[in-house]
């Protein structure tokens, strides 16, 4: 059901509390490695234990949705963007077959209580998903899925129905350090496995809202929305394929434009381009200021 809802794969875990999850993200939180994402220390508990978002859960499925297209930009001194925004907004892509999957089983099974989510609540998306057996947690902090990659959306029903789990997977990021070493910003921790949000350039060009850093300048790489530099020097991403979605598809402008045209983009153009797309959520200034400042490089 799930795979004809374009899903790449599903599992599942026991909705329970997150013990050494919990004493992580303390830490994490503890040491500001989250920066200005304040969000992320609100709802702790709920965000450790899914019974506290969804009364009554009794499982955690994981599904994983493929977004990647590895369609370069044109001008290959454009500022880049992260491939995950090339189309529509993946929260109301995704959303959409989460809540048509939520009523399938219910269709087959009877009543079933539970609540969709997509990067849009307190759920630890990717230690939910290495729960579940889809991939395990890389060095670069992102889900992984043998011989499939990391180019995948995240996503969670929350239901009431008690299933068989899966389990964990083996780590085979092994002794590669290919993300350690690419990170130009060195957010990603020398053993890995921990990210320093507040270092990140996804962090810098889409969530910090005030002036970029000085010290950071001619370190993004040009990455002027979001970053796939630990993705791109992942071994395992190259067995990534392309996605099959519509809605990922990019506006026929997007590929096309020149290093100039950025540099020049108006408003009106902006909200052409990036119509229902998840780079509306920088704004234009943002992205004006994430232009800008490669620019100066």
Known sequence: MATDLGFHAAGFAKAEKMEPEAQRLEAWLNQGKHGQMHYMANHFEKRIDPRKLVPGAKTVISLLYNYHNPEKQKDSAAPKISQYAYGKDYHFVVKDQLRKLLDGIRNKIG????????????????????????????????????????????????????????????????????????????????????????????????????????????????????????????????????????????????????????????????????????????????LKRNIDFLSKD
């Open 111 to 286: 009543p079933v209580e539970g609540r969709c989510f997509v990067d849009s609540a307190p759920v630890l998306e990717r230690d939910w998903a290495r729960r579940s057996g889809t991939g395990w947690v890389g060095k670069n902090t992102l889900l992984i899925t043998p011989k499939q990659g990391s180019y995948f959306f995240l996503a969670e029903l929350i239901i009431d129905l008690e299933l068989v789990y899966d389990h964990p997977i083996k780590d085979y990021c092994g002794r590669c350090t290919k993300c350690i070493d690419a990170c130009p910003t060195e957010a990603i921790s020398p053993e890995g496995y921990v990210l320093d949000g507040s270092k990140c350039i996804s962090y810098f060009t889409i969530e910090l809202k005030e002036a970029l850093p000085v010290e950071y300048q001619g370190k993004f790489e040009n990455w002027m929305f979001g970053c796939d530099i630990c993705q791109e020097v992942c071994p395992w991403n190259r067995f990534a394929k392309r996605h099959n979605e519509p809605s990922f598809e990019p506006h026929p402008d997007l590929l096309e434009m020149h290093k100039e045209d950025w540099e020049e983009i108006t408003e009106s153009v902006f909200r052409k381009v990036f119509k229902k797309s998840a780079v509306k959520r920088t704004k234009f200034s943002g």
